[in-house]
C-alpha cells in the first residue's frame, strides 16, 4: 500500500519556469511533510518541510503548498533553474515509532535552457 | 555530508554470499535509518534503531538483519544476497529539523549476480 502517492514521475519545465510536484497522503496522523532533492550520485537532502498546521511555506525559489482537507501537499519551484534538475521525493512522518518518514516514488525534474 | 559515512560506496557480490554494508555516524545521534532506492519505488525502510542495540523492521525487512553495537556505527546484512536486493542502500540519522529532518549518507550501490 503507497501512503504517500507522488505524481508526476517526471517532469520537463523550461527555464524559467515553475516546476510542480504533488503528493497525495492516506495516513491522518502524519504530521511533517518534508520534501527532498536528489542529484545523481548523491544521498537525497532536506530542501522544504511544513507541519499542518500551515497552508503554505515558503524557502527562496521554493514553496509548499498544503492542503489539510484534501490530504495533498505541492512543491512549486519558481523561476526553475537548470541547477534544479533532480529527483524530488515528498515524504511524510509521524510522531513515535521511531519518527519514520515515508517516502514518495520520486519526480525526475529536468530545467532545460 | 554532516557527519554519516557509508562504505563500501560499491559492491558487486555473488547470490548466495553475506554482505555487510556500514554506516558511521560522528554526531551522536539516537535514530539511524537503512534505505533502500529503487526505480518507481522511490526509498523504502529496511530497518532503523532507536539507541544501542535497540532496531526495529521497516516495511521491506525480508532479507536483511542489522546490528548497533555502538552510537556511531549501523550495520546492514544481507545474510544471503539475492538479485532482488540489487539496488543502492542509503543509511541515514536523525538530525532536527524540526525533529524529524534525515541527513543521508551518500550511499551503497550493491550489484548481486
Known amino acids: 500500500q503507497q501512503q504517500v502517492k507522488q505524481s508526476p514521475q517526471s517532469l520537463i519545465v523550461q527555464k524559467g519556469g515553475i516546476s510542480i510536484i504533488n503528493c497525495a497522503y492516506e495516513?491522518?496522523?502524519?504530521?511533517?511533510f518534508p520534501w527532498y532533492q536528489q542529484f545523481p550520485g548523491k544521498g537525497p537532502a532536506l530542501l522544504i518541510a511544513?507541519?499542518?498546521?500551515?497552508s503554505e511555506k515558503k524557502e527562496g525559489r521554493f514553496t509548499i503548498s498544503f492542503n489539510k482537507s484534501a490530504k495533498q501537499f505541492s512543491l512549486h519551484i519558481m523561476d526553475s533553474q537548470p541547477g534544479d534538475s533532480a529527483t524530488y521525493f515528498c515524504?511524510?512522518?509521524?510522531?513515535?515509532?521511531?519518527?519514520?518518514?515515508?517516502f514518495g516514488t520520486g519526480t525526475q525534474l529536468k530545467v532545460e535552457l | 555530508d554532516a557527519g554519516i559515512t557509508q562504505s563500501p560506496r560499491h559492491k558487486v557480490t555473488e547470490t548466495g554470499t553475506p554482505v555487510t554494508l556500514r554506516c558511521h555516524q560522528t554526531?551522536?545521534?539516537?535514530?539511524m535509518y537503512w534505505y533502500r532506492q529503487d526505480p518507481g519505488h522511490g526509498l523504502r525502510l529496511i530497518h532503523y534503531?532507536?539507541?544501542?542495540?535497540?532496531?526495529d523492521k521497516g516495511e521491506v525487512s525480508d532479507g536483511y538483519s542489522v546490528s548497533r553495537s555502538k552510537t556511531e556505527d549501523f550495520l546492514l546484512t544481507l545474510e544471503s544476497a539475492t538479485s532482488s536486493q540489487t539496488s543502492v542502500y542509503f543509511c541515514?540519522?536523525?538530525?532536527?529539523?524540526?525533529?524529524?529532518?534525515?541527513?543521508f549518507g551518500s550511499g551503497t550501490r550493491l550489484t548481486v549476480v
Open positions: 541515514a540519522i536523525r538530525n532536527g529539523t524540526g525533529g524529524y529532518g534525515y541527513t
Open positions: 495516513n491522518t496522523a502524519f504530521d511533517y
Open positions: 511544513i507541519r499542518p498546521d500551515v
Open positions: 515524504a511524510a512522518s509521524k510522531k513515535g515509532g521511531g519518527n519514520k518518514l515515508t
Open positions: 554526531e551522536n545521534h539516537r535514530y
Open positions: 534503531s532507536y539507541g544501542v542495540k535497540d532496531t
